[in-house]
């Protein structure tokens, strides 16, 4: 017997009042309760019992052994309760891992409503633009917004991000408006520094255009403020341009040559069940998320006439901007 089963048996037979009835409750032998109990004291190297024909009783060492086993006892079961409890409803911390701006604009938000439909549930959001290992990091889910999730991972996917080529109108005034991939490289462009090849865009049909200019930038909101300034071309994910392609302030460009194959992933260890917690947040994201994503409306209402993409293109791989 391992040391947890010699505490509850010592426990059962104190309570029991005799060996006797300790093996009946527990359909033993009294011989064989009795041979577990001497190698219990054996291991501790102390007398647990005062035992005679007649009667039972506890030594003062063992009345303070009977303490601890009662009280270890009820925290085992109080442990299986919880997890018992957490198989059956959402509740306890849920660890989220997502890109900073993704995070903050899209997840945060939910936070409120999630934990009012959920009120046992408290959620600790991690931001960062570099994903994290979630099993080592202890986290329950992750998000990223990817071209293709890690194979080792449960992956979800949630919704689209479109990849936008995009400046102000200010800038086209001031530099002309590029027709065509070929153009960037005459414009001023700004780049996402944390890309593997941050210079060399990728467009359809496996066209790569390196391009150049005086800003570089590893978060994805730092990016976006400089080409709200005019400073120069950028190319983004919907999820961050998306509102201000909506109002006016940003201008999407070359929409027939650009990929478009990113999506938003809820990913999951593969190790791990997938608990009440982690199910209600997928399933709440999902809600918020479909059928249109918030970025994707956005876009919509201020592309009343989008240039058709050709037919047959090669939309290609993601470009892994994931902000």
């Known amino acids: 017997m391992d ?11 104190v309570e029991a009042g005799s060996f006797a009835a300790a093996a009946a409750e527990l359909g033993q032998t009294r011989a064989a309760v009795s041979r577990q109990i001497a190698g219990l004291e054996l291991r501790l190297g102390a007398q647990l019992l005062h035992r005679t024909t007649r009667r039972m009783r506890l030594t003062d060492v ?4 009977y303490k601890h086993c009662t009280r270890i006892s009820e925290q085992v079961e109080s442990a299986d309760r919880e997890v018992a ?15 900073v701006t993704f995070g903050r604009r899209y997840l945060a938000p939910l936070v409120g409503p999630f934990t009012r439909r959920y009120p046992k549930v408290r959620v600790d959001i991690s931001l960062s633009d570099v994903m994290p290992d979630l099993i080592t990091g202890g986290f329950d889910i992750g998000f990223q917004v990817i071209a293709k999730p890690d194979s080792s991972l449960t992956s979800y996917p ?11 109108s200010d800038y086209f005034a001031r530099c002309g408006r ?6 960037l490289s005459a414009h001023n462009c700004l780049v996402y520094s944390k ?3 941050p210079r060399l865009w990728r467009f359809r049909s496996n066209q790569t255009i390196r391009v150049d200019g005086n800003f570089a930038v590893n978060h994805g909101e730092a990016l976006l403020a400089a080409t709200l300034e005019g400073t ?46 982690v199910q209600a947040f997928v399933e709440f994201v999902v809600a918020a998320f479909q059928p249109n994503p918030p970025w994707a409306v956005q876009v919509r209402r201020k592309a009343a006439n989008p240039t058709p993409a050709p037919i047959n293109s090669d939309p290609g791989s993601g470009s892994g901007f994931a902000t």
């Not at 409890?85 to 989220?96: A, H, K, N, T, Y």
């Not at 590029?178 to 153009?183: C, F, I, L, Q, T």
């Not at 999407?252 to 190790?271: D, G, M």
């Open 195 to 197: 890309l593997e090849t």
């Open 158 to 168: 949630l919704a689209r991000s479109e990849m936008v080529v995009c400046a102000t």
């Open 232 to 277: 120069g071309i950028a190319y983004m994910p919907t999820f961050i341009a998306g509102p201000y392609l909506a109002n006016g302030q940003l201008i999407s460009i070359l929409e027939r040559f650009t990929r478009s194959n990113q999506q938003v992933f809820a990913l999951h260890p593969k190790n791990r069940n997938l608990v009440p917690k």
């Open 62 to 65: 063992g009345r303070e052994y």
């Open 178 to 183: 590029p027709r065509s991939p070929a153009d």
């Open 3 to 13: 040391r947890l089963d010699q505490m509850s048996l010592f426990a059962r037979v």
């Open 85 to 99: 409890s957490m198989l059956e409803e959402p509740l306890g911390w849920l660890r989220v891992a997502a890109p």
